[in-house]
Each structure stands twice: as C-alpha cells, then as structure tokens.
C-alpha cells in the first residue's frame, strides 16, 4: 500500500461529505473482494465545520483521509442559477 493518506477535495460551503477510502479500495482489489462489497466497506461519511479548511477523517479500517476546502475560481465566484447546487 502506498503512503500517504487520500484526500479529500469540498467545495467552500460543504457541511457533510461522502467518499471512498482509496486504501481500502485497494487492500479489497488485491484481495480480490467483489466491486459491490469493496465499496460498502470504502464508504466514509461525515460532517466538517463549516470554519474548517483542513481536518482529518478515519474510514472503519483505521486510514486516515485529509480534508480539504478548494477556493471557487474566480470565474465561478458569483452564483448562477443555471449551476448545479449540491446540498
């Protein structure tokens, strides 16, 4: 397994997130778990401070995920209705 721990990438005003453990992905593939069964035990849910721009995160085997807030580009600074709005 490679080091280093996955990243997670939230937008600016992301409250919650949902992601898969990279690691586990991988410790599931040479293991040869089905696809299905790899990604239930990958899943890694949660809630980050709306004031956080960096925290950390477990997935249920122990590995470690950094999160991280990006910036909106400029280009998208200002909302428009016709982009897709996650909540």
Same mark, same amino acid.
């Given at each position: 397994?490679?080091? @280093? ?21 991988? /410790?599931?593939?040479?293991? @040869? ?12 849910? @949660? ?35 016709? /982009?897709? /709005?996650?909540?």
């Amino acid at each position: 397994m490679s080091g @280093g721990a996955t990243t997670v990438w939230l937008s600016p005003s992301a409250t919650n997130y949902a992601c898969l453990c990279e690691a586990c992905l991988e /410790q599931a593939r040479l293991a @040869g778990v089905l696809f299905a069964d790899a990604l239930m035990r990958a899943s890694v849910r @949660g809630s980050i401070a709306s004031e956080a721009t960096v925290a950390t995160a477990r997935c249920a085997a122990g590995h470690e995920l950094t999160l991280r807030r990006v910036e909106r580009p400029p280009t998208l600074a200002r909302h428009d209705e016709k /982009q897709l /709005q996650l909540t």
